[in-house]
């Protein structure tokens, strides 16, 4: 990955996108790829769209652009920040991080509480039984008073974390999901409108992925697509105490991840394999038997059912603070989406013979 890339990597992941919180990553985004596009759009809970015309079918490449997190939910009398759950946050690794609460006035700095082990009983060691409504935000405050004049409830709220960079291509940090597949929806839209391929190319940041797929649903309506690639994490079980009952065969560093099965469009997954055969690309599979969990499952019964598949992102550790990411998986995912949609007038329309 280049330097100029990385760069908007990172502008993303320092952008703090919460469900139903996500304007600073969009407007990053946006400013992405707008030189590029001959429309943006935006909707009135925040999705974005950027739009290169051309001749051919409409094809979409998607990514969500907000992250798990917590919001504001009682402030009590001691100065103390009770919180709720916003998406999958994981209550065994939250204790003990420090947090950014993101209120009206600027950022307030904060840490989850954790009682020390000294003065733990011995029947509290397993984090698993905590709720997250257990959890407190600690900010300093003395009292209630103070604590209120500096947040509110139902202001948001972020793990804080580096992203650091390890051994080789590979970056640990938190929000990797799915600042990495808004990544690959615009630097794909910004390769194929600078190639001016035939199809009409859509790139989509999407907003509320993590609460209910609710983003999707509402682009999902507005939008008459032929095809829509969504692109998220997928769970990389490559490291020594993955779960052994977890069939997964995905890796980081091999290759972005096809799916196959349920919401997936089985000529639109053939396709992608497809390309990537010819370009020379290394893909991995994965199954999906029931749902994919990513916003493929909202883009593709819309208007009567939009052909859509989802590709994964490898990604170990996920909702965690130290996602870990291959950046080869990105760029090659890139190439190979742009690969697909300059080939889309090809093989559309994508439609399942009976």
């Not at 739009?51 to 998607?62: H, K, L, M």
């Not at 990105?330 to 690969?339: G, I």
């Amino acid at each position: 990955m280049n330097d100029d890339r990385r760069a908007f990597l990172n502008d993303l992941l320092s952008s703090a996108t919460p469900s139903g919180y996500e304007a600073p990553g969009q407007r990053v985004w946006i400013d992405r790829v707008s030189e590029y596009a001959d429309e943006i759009r935006t909707d009135s809970y925040g999705n974005a769209v950027a739009v290169s015309e051309g001749d051919g079918p409409a094809v979409a490449v998607a990514g969500h652009a907000d992250q798990i997190g917590f919001l504001v939910r009682e402030i009590d009398d001691d100065g103390h920040v009770h919180v709720g759950r916003v998406g999958g946050i994981d209550k065994t690794v939250t204790r003990g991080q420090q947090v950014t609460i993101h209120a009206a006035d600027g950022p307030v700095p904060g840490v989850i509480g954790q009682t020390a082990i000294h003065v733990r009983a011995d029947d509290d060691e397993d984090p698993g039984e905590e709720a997250i409504a257990d959890h407190h935000v600690d900010i300093g405050a003395p009292d209630g008073e103070t604590a209120r004049e500096l947040v509110t409830v139902g202001d948001p709220i972020t793990v804080d974390g580096a992203v650091t960079d390890l051994q080789g291509t590979r970056v640990a940090g938190p929000g990797m999901d799915n600042r990495t597949g808004m990544w690959v929806a615009a630097e794909t839209f910004r390769n194929a409108a600078q190639a001016d391929v035939d199809a009409t190319v859509y790139a989509v940041s999407t907003v509320q992925e993590e609460v209910g797929l609710h983003g999707a649903e509402m682009v999902g309506f507005d939008l008459d697509l032929d095809a829509v690639v969504v692109v998220d994490v997928a769970h990389a079980l490559d490291y020594p105490d993955a779960p052994s009952d977890r069939a997964s065969d995905v890796r980081l560093g091999d290759g972005p991840v096809v799916t196959r099965g349920n919401a997936n469009h089985p000529a639109l997954a053939d396709s992608l394999r497809e390309t990537a055969e010819a370009e020379g690309i290394s893909v991995q599979l994965q199954s999906s038997p029931t749902t994919t969990g990513t916003d493929t499952n909202a883009f593709f019964t819309a208007r009567g059912g939009v052909p859509s598949v989802y590709l994964g992102l490898p990604n170990r550790y996920m909702h965690t603070p130290v996602e870990v990411i291959d950046t080869d998986d990105m760029t090659a995912a890139v190439t190979l989406l742009e690969a697909f949609v300059a080939g889309a007038s090809e093989r559309a329309p994508f439609s399942v013979p009976i």
